[in-house]
Nanobody, 129 residues
Framework: QVQLAESGGGLVQTGGSLSLSCATP????????MGWFRRAPGKEREFVAG????????YYGDSVKGRFTISRDNAKNTVYLQMNNLKPEDTAVYYC??????????????????????WGKGTTVTVSS
């Protein structure tokens, strides 16, 4: 059983920054590709950012590329999302998710499409104008 716990959401003004964290207790963290997804009011779930098990490759949705940075610290079982130059359209509930990625059944499309094994409960980010 894997439980993901997001933290760091809050209220920020346009142009500000926030850092999200996702703690994943357990010995399997280094086997997971990790991703951040979001659901804005009135919209479907959107891929935000992803990272491979060893941090060698990162992926970003077009709407956040150049503003957000995903990283991970395997020694701390934690993945991060640094969000800079926030815009009102970034307002959403942000979800952390994990996918086992060391077998032949995994490919990057699983991450990009949100085909994940475990999901957190979400943390709310609100960007005011």
């Amino acid at each position: 059983q894997v439980q993901l716990a997001e933290s760091g959401g809050g209220l920020v003004q346009t142009g500000g920054s926030l850092s999200l964290s996702c703690a994943t207790p357990g010995r399997a963290f280094t086997t997971f590709a990790m991703g951040w997804f979001r659901r804005a009011p009135g919209k479907e779930r959107e891929f935000v950012a992803g990272i491979t098990w060893n941090g060698a490759t990162t992926y970003y949705g077009d709407s956040v590329k150049g503003r957000f940075t995903i990283s991970r610290d395997n020694a701390k079982n934690t993945v991060y999302l640094q969000m800079n130059n926030l815009k009102p359209e970034d307002t959403a509930v942000y979800y952390c998710a994990a996918r086992y990625s060391l077998g032949v059944d995994y490919n990057e499309n699983d991450l990009l499409n949100g085909d994940m094994d475990y999901w957190g409960k979400g943390t709310t980010v609100t960007v005011s104008s």
